[in-house]
Nanobody
């Protein structure tokens, strides 16, 4: 069974940092583009960050540039999202996703084939 499992979410104060992890199992994701998306209550799921299979290209939403960093460790089948200077508007459920095919638009959720169950991040003011 192929799974993506997120961890690392929690309740933090404004200005804090968190690192989310997304561990894949059931198949290798070393050839997959990986992404992070988030969904706040009452809002649509939105793109946060993505990374190509080799890690050579990274994409960030404007709202998180210079604050969030996506990385991956293919030896561990894991992708990370380092979040710093967190703001209350970052509060959301964060999902990781993986695409089986290269070349797609990694900022588009429709590109992805596998999704994790999500991890809650809450930033208090």
């Amino acid at each position: 069974q192929v799974q993506l499992v997120e961890s690392g979410g929690g309740l933090v104060q404004t200005g804090s940092s968190l690192r989310l992890s997304c561990a894949g199992s059931g198949r290798t994701f070393s050839n997959s583009g990986m992404g992070w998306f988030r969904q706040a209550p009452g809002k649509e799921r939105e793109f946060v960050a993505a990374i190509t299979w080799s890690g050579s290209r990274r994409y960030d939403a404007d709202s998180v540039k210079a604050r969030f960093t996506i990385s991956r460790d293919n030896t561990k089948n894991t992708v990370y999202l380092q979040m710093s200077t967190l703001k209350p508007e970052d509060t959301a459920v964060y999902y990781c996703a993986a695409t089986l095919f290269q070349g797609g638009d990694l900022t588009n959720p429709l590109t992805y084939d596998y999704w994790g169950q999500g991890t809650q991040v809450t930033v208090s003011s």
